[in-house]
Structure formats: structure tokens, C-alpha cells
């Protein structure tokens, strides 16, 4: 059977967030998902299942489906070309990009019944995801309920609402909203659908946890209705810990340790940079700070609780001229510079070596770090100690991290060579362990360590050298 290629665009995202009810972020912000793995707007899985069986049921028409199993092996990214292929006997759908699986279809044909009418009832759609953490979700059961807007489905996918009924249809796409909108909510990902056609009894699909797996943060959830009976799985992802309080902090450093020193914290809105320009303030520096994509509020009321007037520039590292001349112009003259600038770190892997990924870690971890230290040595007084965070993924050799710690290798022997040429220059480079930030979340139990513990002797080391 000829394969069917296309690509989803955030158009086609939109319309089914608004005929589902599935508005995760994940989905339709791009602002949230270039910051939460993959690091892009991800297509709705049960979009590509339904766009795949409906392929399949238009070139195979008359063929009912009597139970469909299917895995989702990877995201699947807007603007990605897209390809599903079936097998001759009809019983295996592939759905792949660049030639990697993303996702597998075991189809179970077979006589069922198809309604002339449907039961389905629209009702009230929550407006957010909800956020559950992991130990909320035992007992947890419910109906979901969709938009009137989801009748528009069969218009879209008339060969497989044909071929399965109306009810069907909309409850496949009910599996959406369960999943990115109440149970796991706001941080999940599909992995796996396994149903099969029953009598439509409900126009409701209704919900029930069976079992959540911890170590790998996997909810199993039965769900019934709409002509559907089965069971869904989807990852967990796990809300990064709360930052250290104020009076942890000062309990860590002396309210003078770093009084009457004005250091430039790049990256400072979240993570690392985040918890580093508390600590200085917490230590009586007043530290400047800088963004780009990411919300700043949070790290400045941090600070100026901590007694920090929280100046701010905004700089992209990869276009730093603009942001630099602003800092010029804002008088600062500090001997320190922290750089954590930073792309998205974990991504998606579907190619052994991911040309685009590794440019884009070059961008910022080398070639940005380059123009920012040697355009600001000629604005400070004497010497200028730079912390440039590496990682210690350099030495694991880490598969899923190849592009980004080569680029951090790349920038450590950059390091040297800058401190080599340049005596008034003093780079500390330090080889970090995984630390628990929104950079590194994930949705199995990986050990991390605290920003700030780590971080406390490596900013003594700089503030004193």
C-alpha cells in the first residue's frame, strides 16, 4: 500500500486543540514548549493515530476496525514531514519521520456495529491542564467531556468515521483531552492506546486509574464509553522541587560575604542562573541580570526580597551587541561574569548525530560566549572572572547528549585558549553534575542535586578571585 506524507502545522494544531478540548501547552504555546522537552510545539498524538487509521480506512474502505493498540515511540514536532505506511495484510500502521519510528498501529479487524445515531453529549471543556502530582493520581476517576465543537471531527476523518461510527471517533479524540488536560495533566506525554469497539452505551468517556508505575512515572488509566473500551498510558513529568527559601539562603552565606560587588548574572530567569543570583544576593552582592525568552519577574522579586536592587538587561547571546550596549550604558563596571545562557538542553533524538541541535548549542555555548567576554573586558576595571558552567556529560558520554557536550568541550578549550591570550582575563570552568532545574526534567527518576549547594562554592570562587 502507497505510502501518505504530510506535515503538521500549528493551524492544523489549533483546530483539533478546539474540536478536542486538548489545549495543553505542549501543544498550541510555543513559548512554554521551547522550554519543556521536546523544546518544540509537539503534534497532538492522537491527531497522527486518527490522520493514520483515517489514511488507512479511505484507501481500504468497508474494512471495520475491531480494536486498535497502539505506541507512541517518539514526539512527533511541528512542521516534521510525516509518513504512514501500512502493512498489506492492513494489521500494522507505521507512522515515521527521517525514517524513525514515531509511532506503531496494530489494527484488529473485525465486525462491529455502527450507530445511525450518536449519543455524543458536548459539555463544559476545562479552560487549563490540570497539574497533579504523582501521589494524587491513585483512585483518581471521572468523565471526560468535550466541546460541542468536537462534532466537526467526522468532517475531518469522514472514512474513519465511517468505518468505526461517530461515537467512536469523538471518544479516540476524548483520549487527547484525558490525557493533556486532567489526568497526567499540564506535563505528560502519550506512550500507549490499546482499545477495542464496544456498543456505545454513553456519550461521555469515562475514566479510572488502574496504576501508576514511580520509577518510571507511568499512569495506566482504564477508560469506557463512546463505543470504546480499553486502557491508555502516559508519562508523568514531575514539577521541578521550590527553589530555596530566603532564610535557607542566608543561612548558607553570610549577609556581607559579597558586599559592595555588582557581578552579571547571563541567564539568570530560571535555574542555575536563577538560584546563583540569589545566592549573591543573600550574600549582600547586587547582582545584574539578564534574559531573553524567558520571564524574568520571578528571579527579581527573588533578588530584591534578598535586598538586591535587581537591575536588569535584556541580551540575547546569540545577537549580543544590542544587550551589551545597554549593560555599557548602564554603567556597570563589575569584575564578574556568570554565563548561563542556554538553549534547550534535552530534545528529541531521532538521528544518531542532529546537525541542527549541535549548531544550535554552538550558537550560544561558544560562539555567544566568545562575543560577550571579549567585547566586555574594555568595560571593566582590571580583571574580569568569568564562570562558564560545563558538564560533566563530556566525560559519560551520554547518547542523548552528543551534541551538547561536544559543544561544551568545544567551549572549555575556547576557555583556555581566551585565558591563555588575555592576563587580565580569568575563566573558572567547572564540569557540572545533572542539578535539578526545568533545563533537566524529565519523566523518570533521574538523581540531581540542588542548584544551590552546588553552586554556593563555585560563586565563592569567583566573587574571591
Partial sequence: MAASTRRFEIDDQRWFAAASGDHNPIHVDPQWAATHFPGALVVHGMHVLLWALDDFASKRPGIPFAAIDATFVKPIVVGDEVVATASDDGKLIRVTVRHEIAMVARIELGEITVARTSRFQ?????????????????????????????????????????????????????????????????????SKVSIKGVPPQTGVLAFGVNKFHDAMSLVEIDVRGLGI?????????????????????????????????????????????????RLLAAGGADPVLTWHAS????????????????????????????????????????????????????????????????????????????????????????????????????????SDLLEYSCAKAMGEQLCARMEKNNPRLKIIVARLPRITTRQTETFLKVKAEAAESVMLPLVRAVQSA
Fill in 122 to 190: 458536548a459539555g463544559p471543556a476545562l479552560t487549563a491542564p490540570r497539574a497533579h502530582a504523582p501521589a494524587e493520581f491513585s483512585g483518581l476517576a471521572g468523565v471526560i467531556e468535550l466541546p460541542g465543537s468536537a462534532a466537526s471531527l467526522p468532517a475531518r476523518f469522514g472514512a474513519l468515521g465511517s468505518a468505526l461510527g461517530v461515537d467512536r471517533l469523538i471518544g479516540l479524540t476524548a483520549i487527547s483531552t484525558l490525557v493533556g488536560m486532567e489526568i497526567p495533566g499540564l506535563r505528560s506525554m502519550l
Fill in 229 to 277: 473500551s480499553g486502557t491508555v498510558s502516559a508519562f508523568a513529568g514531575r514539577e521541578p522541587p521550590a527553589a530555596a527559601t530566603d532564610e535557607i539562603l542566608r543561612n548558607m552565606v553570610a549577609p556581607t560575604e559579597f558586599s559592595g560587588q555588582r557581578p552579571l548574572v547571563i541567564g539568570a530567569a530560571s535555574g542555575l542562573g536563577a538560584a546563583t543570583a
Fill in 295 to 398: 520571564n524574568l519577574d520571578e528571579t527579581l522579586r527573588g533578588v530584591r526580597e534578598l535586598g538586591a536592587s535587581g537591575r536588569a538587561v535584556k541580551l540575547d547571546a546569540t545577537s549580543p551587541s544590542s544587550g551589551l550596549a545597554e549593560l555599557a550604558a548602564s554603567g556597570w563596571d563589575g569584575g564578574q561574569l556568570y554565563y548561563f545562557a542556554a538553549p534547550r538542553i534535552f530534545r528529541r533524538r531521532i538521528e544518531l548525530y542532529q546537525a541542527g541541535d549541535f549548531r544550535d548549542f554552538v550558537a550560544v555555548f561558544v560562539d555567544g560566549f566568545y562575543d560577550i567576554v571579549r567585547q566586555l573586558p574594555a568595560g571593566t576595571r582590571g580583571k574580569l572572572t568569568v564562570f562558564y558552567p560545563s558538564t560533566v556529560a563530556i566525560d559519560e558520554a551520554a
